[in-house]
């Protein structure tokens, strides 16, 4: 597989934005393993090589490459860890606690770690990925339905991917009334009404992507099920990836004018 680079990218929602991160880095071949730990006296998560230092306090997890992947060991008692991928929005796995050896199937991912009352996050850098060659492929034809990135409806499941596709977490999607104002063009466009995007919504599930039954939540009990499940379909099969953003409207930013400059105040004439 090559080598893996871990790196300490900070903390998850920092709320401290003064104090200073170590980005601590560390590279690790096949066979190799790093031990990423936390030290109370610095508050900052340090990667040290594994060798005897499973049992020391503050241990997190242990990071282990593999011939063609590399693996999590989770050093919790209580606590999951979940690990996203950098390359595609909306993609991650879980880590139950003490579960060992845990394989990762992301390149390049970010190791989430909870660690007193604070939330760290290690960056791992794994290698260029490996393919067959086009001609060992069993089938070229996609087995996925084919959608239409002209329509209307591919630009409201954009919109409604776009949050995951940003790297906020996974579970963020848009309100109906989010995406009517993420798809308005500009003054000369007219906005796309309630009815038409929950019709484009409710196309989506129950005739492209077929979510209905798969979603389990067709009781009605919950209104947004269909926003969740095509999210999730669309994503997960990369049907919708960071290329298809270029297709909703550019976020105007208006900058703010000058105030206008203050005229000197005169000061009234004394009465004589």
Not at 12 to 39: K, N, Q, S, W
Not at 188 to 215: C, D, F, G
Request: with cysteine.
């Amino acid at each position: 597989m090559g080598n893996l680079i871990l790196q300490f990218a900070g903390w998850y929602a920092e709320d401290e934005p003064d104090r200073p991160a170590t980005h601590e880095r560390r590279e690790i071949g096949e066979g190799d393993r790093a031990l990423i730990r936390y030290d109370r006296r610095t508050d900052a998560l340090s990667v040290l090589p594994a060798d005897r230092r499973r049992g020391q306090p503050g241990s997190a997890a242990v990071v282990a490459g593999h011939p063609g992947h590399w693996s999590v060991t989770n050093l919790h008692a209580e606590d999951t860890y979940f690990v996203e991928n950098m390359e595609r929005g909306g993609e991650f796995v879980k880590v139950p606690p003490r579960r060992k050896d845990f394989p990762i199937p992301f390149e390049l991912a970010r190791l989430v770690l909870p660690v007193a009352r604070r939330i760290g996050v290690v960056n791992v850098y794994g290698p260029e990925p490996s393919y067959l060659a086009a001609a060992a492929a069993s089938d070229t034809a996609s087995n996925w339905p084919r959608l239409d990135e002209r329509s209307a409806y591919f630009r409201v499941l954009v919109a409604l991917c776009e949050p995951q596709l940003r790297g906020y977490p996974p579970g963020a999607v848009p309100t109906t009334a989010e995406v009517i104002d993420r798809l308005r063009g500009g003054p000369r466009t007219p906005p796309m009404s309630r009815a038409a995007v929950n019709h484009h919504i409710n196309y989506l599930a129950t005739e492209k992507l077929q979510v209905t039954e798969w979603a389990g939540a067709a009781d009605g009990k919950r209104s947004y099920w269909k926003r969740e499940a095509v999210v999730a379909m669309a994503l997960r099969s990369g049907l919708v990836d960071e290329r298809h953003l270029g297709l909703l409207p550019q976020r105007l930013s208006c900058p703010q004018r000058p105030a206008p400059p203050r005229r000197p105040v005169r000061s009234p004439l004394p009465r004589r």
